[in-house]
C-alpha cells in the first residue's frame, strides 16, 4: 500500500486490528485489508448475529438503568419516545452506567453545533485581523479558537440531549461498533458478514464513496488517497 491518508486508522481502532508495516505494505484492495484484520481476530466465522448480542448489552442498560419495562424494549422502538427528553442526560448516563457495553453520548443540536463553529471562527478571524502582524496574528486566532472552542463545549453540555440513532436498532448497531473487539472475544466467534458490513460503512463514512464502490477488488488507494 502507498501513502494513504490518516482517516484509514479508523479501521484498525474499531476492529483492534494494529497493522504491522509489513501488512500495511500487502494491503492494496479493501479485501486485502479483511484477510488482515480476518488474521487478528484468530476466531472461527459464525453466522450466529453480534448486533443480537449488542442488543441485549443496550436493553440492560435500558431496564436497569432507567426502569423500561423488558417487553418495550424492540429494535424498531424509538430511543425518543422510551426516554424523555425531560431528565433524559441523567437518565442515558445511567443507562451507560448499568449496560455491560460502551454506550454513545447524548448530542448537541445540529443548529447549536453549526452555531458556535461559526461564532469560533468569525473571532479567532477577528483577533487575527485586528494583531498587528502575521505570526502574532496566526498565534491569537489558534488561542482565541482553542479557547472558545472549549468554553462553548463546557457551557453547553447541558444542551446535549439528543440521541445519536434513532432506534434500539440503530444504538445496537452503533454499540456493535464501538465494543466490536469486547463482543467477538466474550462471544468466542465473528460474524464475517457483520464485519464487512461494519468495514463498508467505516470506509463510506471516511471517504464518502457510496457502498456500490466498496468492493472486496476495490484498489484502496481509489478511496483513500
Avoid at 491518508?5 to 497493522?19: K, L, M, Q, W
Avoid at 435500558?62 to 424494549?73: F, H, Q, T, W
Avoid at 442526560?89 to 443548529?111: A, F, I, Y
Amino acid at each position: 500500500m502507498g501513502s494513504i491518508d490518516a482517516d484509514f486508522s479508523v479501521i484498525p481502532e474499531t476492529f483492534s486490528t494494529p497493522f504491522s508495516k509489513l501488512e500495511l505494505r500487502e494491503m492494496h484492495s479493501i479485501g486485502d485489508v479483511f484477510k488482515a484484520m480476518r488474521n487478528h481476530w484468530r476466531l472461527p466465522h459464525s453466522d450466529r448475529c453480534l448486533t443480537a448480542a449488542a442488543f441485549y448489552g443496550v436493553r440492560r442498560g435500558l431496564v436497569d438503568g432507567a426502569g423500561i419495562e423488558r417487553a418495550i424494549i424492540r429494535p424498531a422502538a424509538h430511543l425518543s419516545e422510551l426516554i424523555p427528553v425531560a431528565g433524559r442526560r441523567s437518565s442515558w448516563t445511567s443507562v451507560q452506567h448499568h449496560s455491560p457495553l460502551q454506550l454513545p453520548c447524548l448530542e448537541r443540536p445540529t443548529w447549536l453545533v453549526l452555531s458556535l463553529a461559526a461564532l469560533v471562527v468569525g473571532i479567532a478571524g477577528c483577533a487575527w485581523w485586528l494583531a498587528p502582524g502575521a505570526i502574532v496574528g496566526f498565534l491569537l486566532a489558534v488561542a482565541c479558537s482553542g479557547l472558545l472552542g472549549w468554553t462553548a463545549a463546557f457551557v453547553t453540555t447541558p444542551l446535549a440531549r439528543n440521541f445519536p440513532c434513532e432506534t434500539i436498532g440503530d444504538m445496537s448497531r452503533c454499540a456493535l461498533r464501538l465494543n466490536f473487539p469486547l463482543l467477538t472475544q466474550s462471544r468466542g466467534y465473528v460474524n464475517e458478514h457483520e464485519a464487512w458490513d461494519l468495514l463498508v460503512t467505516l470506509i463510506q463514512e471516511q471517504t464518502g464513496a457510496s457502498k456500490e464502490e466498496i468492493l472486496w477488488d476495490t484498489p484502496l488507494l481509489q478511496l483513500f488517497k
